[in-house]
């Protein structure tokens, strides 16, 4: 797969999934515009390292006048986006009769309406060229639900029925829009989710096989290289039908 001549936009990818998705992209020949409050210049660095032409811009997805901002910086920038990887996520748990409104607002914000912000401002320019991609990261949380995540499982939902109806708006053209949907994925909160029961036990080993098991029956976890390489074949002329997908990679988890 060769994507030179191409740029792709991933939000929420100075670190963990998007990062990753970056990292797959960048190797095969994009250009990179990179989004998030993590280490930038790292991030920047390790993605240069393939050779192309690479970005960042702190635009907060949460506020839609600062979406416009990170568009229009790609666009002027570097020409168009191709390819837009809808990937910034925020995650709070508690029941639905304490949740807290503000954190309800933000989840749906980050995690769903800034997908919707990116998706209506780079259309015009995919259909304008007849190509683009579309791959919005939802969660094996957009199609089975968890108590205490009633905004993220909600948001995710919306994602994917977000990405439905653009694949269908766009069903005659050279655009595609689907959705991916990890399981547990090794990222720097898990991470934090393990050592937080570790330090109880005394044992992460046995937390880290605990947290898999109560969901995921591989007891492996996906890896952010693994989410990329299926965004690239979701950018790829195999994947030119595959419309409005909800692709999940969850170690069986939706197969129980």
């Not at 839609?64 to 748990?93: C, S």
């Not at 689907?178 to 990222?187: F, S, Y």
């Not at 952010?224 to 950018?235: S, T, V």
Request: glycine share 10%; aromatic share 6%; with cysteine.
């Amino acid at each position: 797969m060769n994507l030179q001549g191409k740029t792709a936009l991933v939000t929420g990818s100075t670190s963990g999934i998007g990062l990753g998705i970056a990292l797959v992209l960048a190797e095969a020949g994009a250009d990179l515009v990179l989004n998030g409050f993590g280490d930038a210049q790292a991030a920047i660095d390790a993605v240069a390292a393939f050779g192309g032409k690479v970005g960042h811009h702190p635009a907060d997805v949460s506020d839609p006048q600062q979406i416009e901002a990170l568009i229009a910086y790609t666009e002027q920038e570097f020409g168009a986006v191709d390819i837009l990887v809808n990937n910034a996520g925020i995650q709070h748990v508690s029941p639905v009769e304490t949740f807290a409104p503000e954190r309800w607002d933000a989840i749906i914000a980050i995690n769903l309406s800034s997908a919707f912000h990116t998706t209506r401002l780079t259309l015009p320019g995919m259909r304008k060229r007849n190509w683009g991609r579309i791959i919005n990261i939802a969660s094996a949380h957009g199609l089975a639900a968890s108590p205490g995540k009633s905004a993220y499982v909600a948001a995710k939902h919306g994602l994917i029925g977000l990405s439905k109806s653009v694949a269908l708006e766009t069903a005659t053209t050279g655009i595609t829009c689907n959705a991916i949907c990890p399981g547990w994925v090794l990222t720097p909160l898990v991470q934090a989710q393990i050592d937080a029961r570790a330090a109880e036990s005394g044992d992460i080993e046995g937390e880290r096989r605990n947290l898999l098991a109560e969901k995921q029956p591989s007891l492996e976890f996906v890896t952010p290289k693994q989410l990329g390489e299926l965004a690239l074949f979701l950018c790829s002329d195999a994947a030119a039908q595959v419309r409005g997908a909800a692709w999940n990679m969850d170690g069986g988890w939706l197969a129980q």
